[in-house]
């Protein structure tokens, strides 16, 4: 085929050439890699899976390279706003010009061989890397992990995120086995952080069959609260670091892990804490209990399964808050009635509303999913996030919350919304719906 001219075009390619937008597997991909030359991001790696945190804990990892003077990029999915976001080189996203170059390499390479849209995507990423000069690089897992593309490259230090039920029907039903696909990043010898105290047991098993040495917070390194900044604790010593700017409670063990991740592979950056601490004070991540940045009594997160309905529930217990309204959009293999269930008490009235495309679901479907898990009186149904939002403003009270849930998508939507700058205010929209 004539390769496309430009992102779009790719984009548009790519999302509908392969038969499932899932199919995990390294042979298909593993040759095409092979057929790049094995393009490796950098000479040192951390990899970081998990069900939930794995961005954060990324963007964790980078910045504080990057403070400490390491040609550093990363690779995660999905994004919130553009594709360019899900590589980073240094400082910047990725641009236009450059992915599209990556595609094209990729396209030739693959010939008649079949890959999905996160493959060809991951491979484009590993050869803008390695292009970039870096010293370090910082991969998310998209999905598992001992068979997920981003595994074709050896980690030199794993991290394991807190591993909840998400995509069942391709990981397993339970934990054990969950934990099992995300052990797949383990290699040999090299270490493994884990941001849980208690991850399920095999993934300790994997780690002790490959003589890999681990670390668990709560076990081998901890992060304590004080009034105004953090104390981060382990291998002997402890040294203060700022709140991390993006909010919540759960970050405090994201920074830990991603702390804990730095010093296995740099030692001596246990000396320099404020190296550290300026690298966390220069994160910045869309969607992560995000305040609307035209009205503040908006409240949008990513989450998009239990785990981090979870997340939000222990936030809102912790700062005394409820929502007003919860706008939930989620795609159709995701767990709704669950999450429903997590925050039903901190929520009074749920807005669903429909996504697009091959894994989404209308409104309606959503509030069937949902109307077991809460009352049918606290259900509404829209078309779109934006209808939704305009109604739940216009239903609150001065210092009642929205909160806008359920997945990337839903809080892209939700923050390409134009809103009063009006805490509580409608934006112009249409009437709501029952």
């Known amino acids: ?44 790696v951390f990899t970081v899976a998990g069900t939930n945190g794995k961005g954060s804990t990324v963007a964790y990892i980078d910045a504080m390279l990057q403070a400490l003077s390491y040609r550093s990029g990363s690779y995660t999915s999905p994004h919130v706003f553009h594709y360019n976001e899900r590589v980073r080189l240094g400082q910047r996203d990725a641009l236009d010009d450059e992915l599209v170059w990556a595609f094209d390499a990729v396209e030739q390479a693959r010939s008649d061989i079949g890959l999905t849209y996160f493959e060809h995507g ?48 391709y990981l397993g039903s339970d934990r054990e086995s969950i934990g099992f696909e995300k052990a797949g990043i383990l290699r040999s010898g090299h270490p493994l952080v884990c941001t849980e ?7 300790l098993k994997r780690a002790e069959e490959l003589g890999v040495p681990v670390q668990r917070l709560g076990r081998d390194f901890f992060i304590e609260q004080n009034a105004d900044h953090l104390s981060w604790r382990g ?25 804990a991740a730095i010093l296995s592979v740099l030692p001596a ?9 300026e690298g966390i004070s220069s994160v910045r991540l869309s969607g992560r209990l995000q305040s609307h940045p035209a009205n503040s009594c908006v409240l949008i997160d990513v989450g998009h399964n239990p785990l981090a309905a979870g997340v939000v529930r222990q936030m809102l217990l912790a700062t005394g808050q409820n929502i007003k309204v919860c706008v ?35 409104g309606v479907e959503l509030a069937d999913a949902v109307a077991s898990s809460t009352g049918k009186h606290k259900l509404k ?54």
């Open 235 to 259: 291998r002997g010593q402890e040294f203060a670091l700022p709140r991390p700017p993006l909010p919540g409670p759960h970050q405090y063990h994201n920074l830990a892990g991603a702390v």
């Open 122 to 169: 991951t491979l484009a990423a590993f050869l803008l890397l390695q292009g970039a000069g870096l010293d370090f690089a910082v991969l998310e897992v998209g999905l598992g992990g001992r068979l997920d593309a981003v595994n074709l490259v050896d980690a030199d230090c794993a991290v394991i995120t807190p591993i909840g039920l998400d995509h069942q029907e």
């Open 381 to 434: 149904v829209f078309e779109t996030v934006s209808e939704a939002l305009s109604c739940a403003l216009a239903s609150i009270n001065t210092n009642e919350l929205v909160l806008v849930f359920g997945s990337f998508h839903t809080a892209a939507q939700a923050l390409n919304t134009r809103l009063s700058t009006t805490r509580g205010a409608p934006s112009t929209g249409p009437a709501c719906l029952n």
């Open 328 to 362: 939930l959009a989620m795609l159709k293999d995701k767990d709704a009635g669950e999450v429903v269930r997590i925050l039903d008490e901190q929520v009074e009235h749920w807005y669903c509303t429909g996504l697009l495309g091959e894994r989404g679901r209308s």
């Open 1 to 44: 085929m004539t390769s496309p001219a430009n992102l779009k075009d790719w984009l548009k390619v790519l999302e509908t050439r392969h038969p499932t937008s899932i199919d995990l597997g390294l042979e298909r991909v593993g040759e095409v890699w092979q057929r790049l030359g094995k393009p490796r991001p950098a000479p040192r």
């Open 197 to 203: 105290e208690y991850p399920p047991t095999s993934v």
């Open 269 to 277: 950056a246990e000396v320099k804490p404020q190296l550290l601490a």
